[in-house]
């Protein structure tokens, strides 16, 4: 069963920076791409960032571009995300799966209990 564990969130001034990371269990870790998304209140989940499964292709959301990088290490079936210059707008709960247009495995079941970010002064 895939199973994915983030952290590194919390509680971060404007401007500030945040590296969150995901643990990634179940599935051949190097077969597939990895992306991030998050869920704001009220809002549905959007997708953040992805990477390929090789790591040489990525992509962001418009609103976190040159702002966010994603980054892989296959020896720890890890994936992550360097966010910086954070903004009120990006408070959310924040998710891995696998997929780089959306997630492989996006029933409920599947999904991670997501890690925190909240952005305020």
């Known amino acids: 069963q895939v199973q994915f564990v983030e952290s590194g969130g919390g509680l971060v001034q404007p401007g500030g920076s945040l590296r969150l990371s995901c643990a990634a269990s179940g599935f051949t870790f190097s077969g597939y791409a990895m992306s991030w998304y998050r869920q704001a209140p009220g809002k549905e989940r959007e997708l953040v960032a992805a990477i390929s499964s090789g790591g040489s292709l990525t992509r962001y959301a418009d609103s976190v571009k040159g702002r966010f990088a994603i980054s892989r290490d296959y020896g720890k079936n890890s994936v992550y995300l360097q966010m910086n210059s954070l903004n009120v707008e990006d408070t959310a709960v924040y998710y891995c799966?696998?997929?780089?247009?959306?997630?492989?495995?996006?029933?409920?079941?599947?999904w991670g209990q997501g890690t925190q970010v909240t952005v305020s002064s």
């Open positions: 799966n696998a997929g780089f247009t959306g997630p492989q495995w996006g029933s409920q079941d599947n």
